[in-house]
């Protein structure tokens, strides 16, 4: 607990210590989603929380919020234990979550009248709210008459009304065309340079690296399974910032290479992966292509992060998904925030499409134990076929429901890619592809090479 | 309940049922919901589509009258003068056996259908409040509603005319001496016709508020009172009207029955279009049958134009994104228009604005820090405690229920209710297949020519709105003239009613075909037989699907009053559970009544889960891309 008498500024406007969240396997055990997280955030700070999809960031930031309830662990707000929403913290949503049967006034006040203001009392501080975020001639408007950039802004107009001491902000460009979220972005950190709003501490939970650079003071680089924070890295440019200066190109850079090492590899020795393991995100045609790419000409086996994210114009996060697929199949590796071809990777690419096939199963059935786990059980089977339910149970004991069916599908969608086994969606089953005959020395059969 | 909070489980099929328009996936049910609107898609003008944009409720700067307030005061007082009149012409005294003065003249029937319409209204009014208390109890808390969503469920089940047979007795008892009490049990069987699927559309849009929308209520610190009328109920508005537009519609059908109620060997006639009927056929007078339809033709018409299309258009507002063609409404645009109306909707409004407040305040926890957010838990004991105590309610009911068949009915009895149920179960099945057979590929023809379905769509409509039981006597002439199978020859009553759910479904579904997939299809050259198979039936399914639960669910309802029907003099029984059940409600044989509506409902739910639910699935998972 903090004691009281300490002087108010060396009191953190937020702090967490030892938070703990886990959620529950239909069969009753506990798995955990962030485990030990440590965090604080001062006055007049803004901070970027950076994680992959899923890395239990978005949770973390709703208990700060007092919208969900850890499991351990302690947090306070300016020294006050956090146990529901918080008079003095407000959100912005990824999703905007305007209430669409209210007009864009309507939405400003709601808060206010939550609170019991007067309805002069609100109507003039709404337009204020309004004019100051450049809503004004939008108040009678509905949302879903305004556009994607407009409606956030009304998603912060309603969250900066309430003069928050704390803003949170929950991926609030990620639904904004690049243009959009550039000039959002740049409004909301002039009013806030300027002191024009009575914030005075701000999070960001991003997976977009450049956008958590361009506006933290620190940005902390999260890991999943379980959440924690992993790593910091105070940026100490000034605002406004330039993106293609070289001392943020290198921050960038930094951040992309801490991003991309995996927690498991830090320790030194590489933990063997489990059938549990959260295969990435990412369909297999798109390894391919990724593969292709860094082949050629102008990157010839090697390429530089953000180069890469450039060229292939893809989100941090399906990039980041992208890598971790290539890394654990044995066909790329990262090193320096650079990312290399291995020589099966070179080899997969050279390869007829029928061998190429055969590289990625060979790959796939030695480096995911999954993978090898379905092939087996198939195998064994005297009809060769295995409903579904059979695999998401298994997984349901390492992963939630939700996070078992996807992983589901992305093995799924793998192994029909190597045909290592097959999938029929009305059934449910999975089987071993029919045509399939054991040679594995002979040539690629000519009919499936060109289909 | 198990884990769907959907529920398509918790359909039951004996009302009109639009619960299942929540069931289809979001984008087509939309779609759909658009498409089936009495009046179609109308494209609204410029002009039109900004008034309707405007709020009803707004701030109307100027109260000054205009040429709209005009038009609309006259039949606005009209209204509220006849409602007046025909509320205190329902508490007159009465006893059993008197019978109360009816005329077959056709200058009474404005006053009979006002009474019937007032009748439904307060069914509707009633319907209203059951539904906001019952649904948020079931959705908030977690073990009452283990129990209740499941009552809701059978209740579902039960046909409507069903509850009139039990209840009616007791209404009469509860107000001796008095008409009321037949009033009372003729508005409990509209209620129970409206009631059910309002409760259900309710209760899984309370389970589908978005979540980030109930984040940034609790981040906004509405308390719980608060975020139901500001969130909550908002959310849920545009399915629950609709759904209570769709009830009232089934409802003239059981108003209708209703009026005119035999009970232990005494026929009840309230003053109403029903009765006006039911005298009708006694008297054999096809004339005033005549009438009769021409009414309740006018009657559905000006209750469509003036209650129907004015909220649909207004639910419009509660939409997050907005629909392609807004449906639309002469009367909501005078409304709008109307500088008086206005006014009186912005002072509903501050009222409202002022009541909500007001009533928030006690309830409101004192904000600041140490204020907890409530996550709605009970102990595991707890939970235990109230499983075992539903455990051993269910161990005691069944054996009860057994013993009380087995000592008042038999259970050679109990057999042969299972085969006229059989009976009623092949009719049902039968007749749905002809009516697909009938009305598919027409429905198909016409919604793939956009400027017919938009004549054709409110005709279905309302041919769905009307009581066939007006028709019955019509087809009871021609059965007795040519002396057919009354066996055969009735069952074509049941659907009579019911298979414009099926006609006007199909033809939303084949308007809503997506046109590049028809361009596609042309392209490839995929022409006739091949052309169904592959395109047509599976793109129309779901929406054919959802009038075919909708047909049967009537259907099995109408069986009660369609297996025995009389003219004059003569009627006829056919072989079958509804027949079964309507013999016994005439002779007062209330052991026999129940045995009868536990069958159907049994059948009822049978056909739910086993056919009807495994064909949604197959709708659900396959034929909607991603």
């Known amino acids: 607990m903090p004691v009281e008498n300490v002087p108010l500024a060396e009191v953190p406007m937020l702090h967490l210590a030892g938070v703990r969240k886990g959620f529950r396997t239909p069969d009753g055990s506990e798995r955990t989603v962030l485990e030990g997280v440590d965090f604080r955030l001062a006055e007049g700070e803004i901070v970027s929380l950076l994680g992959r999809s899923g890395s239990g960031k978005s949770t973390l930031l709703r208990i700060m919020a007092g919208l969900v309830r850890p499991d351990g662990g302690e947090l306070f707000y300016r020294g006050a234990p956090i146990r529901g929403p918080v008079r003095g913290i407000s959100m912005v949503f990824q999703s905007f979550a305007l209430f669409p049967w209210l007009t864009v006034q309507g939405n400003v006040e709601l808060g206010l009248e939550a609170l019991g203001m007067r309805r002069a009392e609100r109507e003039q501080k709404a337009a204020a709210a309004i004019e100051m975020i450049g809503l004004d001639g939008f108040e009678g408007a509905y949302p879903k008459e305004l556009s994607g950039g407009m409606r956030q802004r009304v998603g912060f107009a309603r969250a900066l009304v309430m003069d928050p001491d704390v803003l949170l902000m929950d991926e609030a460009f990620s639904a904004l065309d690049v243009l959009t979220a550039e000039t959002l972005r740049s409004d909301l950190l002039e009013l806030w340079e300027e002191k024009r709003i009575a914030t005075r501490g701000i999070l960001v939970v991003s997976h977009n690296i450049e956008e958590a650079v361009v506006m933290a003071d620190r940005v902390l680089v999260f890991s999943s399974d379980p959440g924690r924070v992993r790593a910091e890295i105070p940026v100490g440019l000034e605002h406004p910032r330039d ?37 990435p995100d990412t369909p297999s045609s798109r390894m391919v292509e990724l593969l292709e790419t860094v ?15 450039e060229e292939t114009e893809l989100s941090d996060d399906a990039l980041f998904h992208l890598f971790e697929g290539l890394k654990v199949l044995g066909f790329a590796r990262i090193a320096a925030g650079d990312f290399f071809l291995t020589r099966a990777g070179f080899a997969l690419v050279e390869a007829e499409p029928a061998q190429r096939k055969r590289i990625f199963a060979e790959h796939l059935l030695r480096s995911i ?7 087996r059980v198939l195998d064994e089977r005297r009809d060769h076929r295995a409903p579904e339910d ?29 045909e290592i086994f097959d999938y029929d969606y009305n059934s449910g089953m999975l089987m071993i592809p029919e045509e399939e005959e054991p040679q594995p020395l002979a040539d690629g059969p000519p009919a499936e090479a060109h289909g | 309940m198990g884990g769907r909070p959907d529920g398509v489980d918790t359909r039951g099929g004996a009302t009109y049922e639009w619960a299942v328009e929540l069931l289809l996936p979001a984008p087509g049910r939309r779609r759909q919901c658009r498409q089936i609107l009495p009046g179609g898609p109308a494209s609204a003008s410029g002009n039109v589509a900004m008034w309707l944009r405007d709020p009803v409720i707004g701030t109307a700067r100027s109260f000054r009258p205009n040429i709209w307030d005009l038009a609309l005061l006259p039949p606005a007082f009209a209204l509220i003068a006849l409602l007046a009149w025909a509320g205190t012409q329902m508490h007159v005294p009465y006893d059993i056996g008197a019978p109360i003065p009816l005329s077959l003249d056709p200058s009474h029937l404005p006053e009979y259908l006002l009474r019937s319409a007032l009748r439904m209204l307060v069914a509707l009014l009633l319907s209203l409040a059951f539904t906001l208390s019952y649904a948020p109890l079931a959705a908030k808390v977690p073990a009452l509603g283990r129990v209740m969503i499941p009552f809701l469920d059978i209740l579902q089940s039960i046909p409507i005319l069903g509850f009139l047979s039990i209840t009616v007795t007791g209404f009469i008892a509860l107000f001796p001496g008095n008409l009321l009490g037949v009033e009372c049990a003729a508005i409990f069987a509209v209620f129970t016709s409206q009631a059910w699927n309002m409760a259900f559309s309710l209760y899984a849009s309370l389970r589908t508020v978005p979540s980030d929308l109930r984040e940034a209520a609790a981040m906004f610190h509405l308390s719980g009172w608060s975020r139901f009328w500001r969130l909550e109920l908002p959310f849920a508005a545009p399915n629950l009207i609709w759904n209570m537009m769709m009830s009232v519609s089934g409802g003239w059908f059981f108003v209708v029955a209703s009026e005119a109620i035999s009970v232990s060997g005494q026929t009840i006639m309230l003053p109403g279009i029903g009765s006006y009927i039911a005298l009708a056929i006694q008297q054999r007078d096809m004339v005033a049958i005549g009438w009769a339809i021409l009414a309740v033709f006018i009657a559905i018409l000006i209750y469509d134009q003036l209650f129907f299309r004015p909220l649909v258009a207004w639910a419009e507002k509660f939409k997050s994104d907005p629909g392609d063609e807004a ?23 501050a009222l409202w604005g002022w009541l909500t407040d007001r009533l928030r305040r006690p309830w409101q926890r004192p904000s600041g820090l140490a204020r907890r957010y409530r996550w709605p838990r009970m102990p595991s004991w707890g939970r235990a405690l109230w499983n075992t105590g539903l455990m051993i309610g269910l161990l005691v009911a069944v054996p009860a229920f057994g013993a009380l068949i087995q000592t008042e009915i038999g259970i050679a009895e109990v057999g042969r209710v299972l085969i ?89 579904g084949a308007s809503s075909l997506p046109s590049d997939l028809r361009d596609a299809a042309g392209n490839l050259g995929v022409r006739g037989l091949l052309r169904w198979r592959r395109f047509i039936l599976p793109g129309i399914f779901p929406a054919y699907l959802t009038g075919a639960i909708t047909a049967s669910g009537g259907s099995w309802n109408a069986s009660i ?4 029907v009389s003219w004059g003099k003569t ?22 009544v129940a045995l009868g509506i536990a069958v159907m409902c049994l059948f009822v739910m049978l056909f739910n889960r086993f056919v009807w639910r495994r064909l949604y699935d197959v709708a659900a998972e396959r034929l909607n891309a991603g």
Not at chain 2, 467 to 490: G, Q, S
């Open chain 2, 561 to 564: 009053v369609a297996e025995m």
């Open chain 1, 369 to 375: 134990p999954l993978a090898a786990h379905i092939r």
């Open chain 2, 327 to 349: 449906p639309n409404s002469w009367v909501l645009t005078l409304m709008q228009r109307a500088r008086l109306a206005r006014a009186v909707a912005a002072t509903c409004s």
């Open chain 2, 420 to 508: 006229y149920g059989c009976a009623t179960a092949l009719r049902v099945v039968v007749l749905i297949l002809l009516a697909s057979l009938v009305w598919v590929p027409i429905g198909v023809w016409i919604g793939l020519r956009p400027k017919l379905t938009q004549q054709v769509q409110p005709v279905a409509q309302f041919l769905a709105a009307f009581p066939a039981n007006l028709l019955f006597p019509v087809v009871v002439v021609l059965i007795v003239t040519f002396d057919l199978n009354v066996d055969v020859w009735t069952s074509p009553l049941m659907v009579l009613g019911t298979q414009w759910y099926i006609l006007f479904n199909v033809i939303a």
């Open chain 1, 295 to 309: 082949a050629d000409r102008p990157f010839e086996g090697r390429a530089d992060l953000p180069a890469l994210a």
């Open chain 1, 243 to 279: 993106p293609d200066a070289p001392a943020f190109r290198q921050i960038v850079d930094e951040v992309y290479g801490l991003m991309t090492t995996s927690a498991r590899a830090v320790g030194g020795a590489v933990e063997p992966l489990g059938i549990g393991y959260r295969l």
């Open chain 2, 571 to 592: 009627t006829l029984v056919a072989t079958g559970l509804g027949a079964y059940i309507a013999q016994a409600t005439a002779a007062g044989d209330f052991p026999r």
């Open chain 1, 390 to 418: 059979r695999f998401l149970q298994e997984l349901q004991d390492y992963l939630t429901a939700d996070e078992s069916q996807r992983v589901l599908e992305t093995i799924i969608g793998w192994g029909r890619y190597a």
